[in-house]
Every structure is written in structure tokens, then in C-alpha cells.
């Protein structure tokens, strides 16, 4: 199980990733995680290095409800105590930009799968032996 600390608006907000995440997020917005992240994190590399100014686009809708809906289920994963719902949840902040946050969430996803590859292959190579 992996966590990350992340200050959003000045408030430490505790993300955790774990093999209960994708049965979490596929029971609460009846989505599947990884292809939504898969999105999400394709329109991010997509925007990476442009100036929304200078484009005149910002994320897509589905996009950003994509963003807030893994960043949720994440935080409750790490702390229950947080609101039962995205939209008390997202209360609790001032606006903040997606660019700050989503890069951390990326990087503990992309380390979660990491960790899931080299169990795997370990697992095989113990099997071989």
C-alpha cells in the first residue's frame, strides 16, 4: 500500500493507492480507474509544456470530473473521515489548479504499477526455481 502527502490550498490532503482503489472507484462512479487514468493522464502530457493562454484550452469536462473523482476516492482511501461526498469534499478547498495536484497522483498511480510489474516478475522467477 502506497500513501503521499500533498498540500492542496494550504491543507495537507493524504492520498493512498492500494489493490482495493479500482473496487472503490468502480462501486462508487461504477467507472473503471485504469482506463480513466489512462485518459487523464494521456490529456495531461497532451497539455504538458502548453500555455493554456496561449492554446485557449484548458482540460476537457470529463476530463477534470475524471481528476476529482480519483483524487477523492484516494483521499477517503486514506482518511474515512473525509466527506461521504465529492462535492463536500471539494468544499473544503479554494480553488486550486489541477496542474499542481494531478502530477502527484499520476506519479503515485505510475508507482503503484511499478510495484505491481516487479511483484509479478519476482512471483515468476521464484516459480521457475
Not at 473503471?32 to 469536462?61: H, N, P, V, W
Not at 473523482?69 to 482518511?79: K, L, S, T, W
Not at 511499478?114 to 522467477?125: E, R, W
Amino acid at each position: 500500500m502506497l500513501q503521499k502527502t500533498v498540500e492542496v490550498c494550504g491543507k495537507e490532503v493524504k492520498f493512498r493507492s492500494s489493490a482495493a482503489v479500482p473496487r472503490l472507484y468502480r462501486i462508487k462512479f461504477k467507472r473503471d480507474i485504469f482506463k480513466d487514468l489512462s485518459k487523464l493522464e494521456r490529456a495531461y502530457k497532451e497539455k504538458q509544456g502548453k500555455d493554456e493562454k496561449e492554446t485557449g484550452e484548458g482540460f476537457e469536462i470529463e476530463d477534470l470530473e475524471i481528476f476529482e473523482n480519483v483524487a477523492y476516492i484516494r483521499a477517503f482511501h486514506a482518511d474515512p473521515s473525509i466527506p461521504g461526498t465529492i462535492d463536500e469534499w471539494l468544499e473544503e478547498f479554494e480553488m486550486f489548479s489541477i496542474y499542481e495536484i494531478l502530477p502527484e497522483i499520476l506519479e503515485l498511480w505510475g508507482t503503484n504499477l511499478i510495484t505491481d510489474v516487479q511483484a509479478k516478475k519476482n512471483f515468476k522467477q521464484v516459480a521457475e526455481k
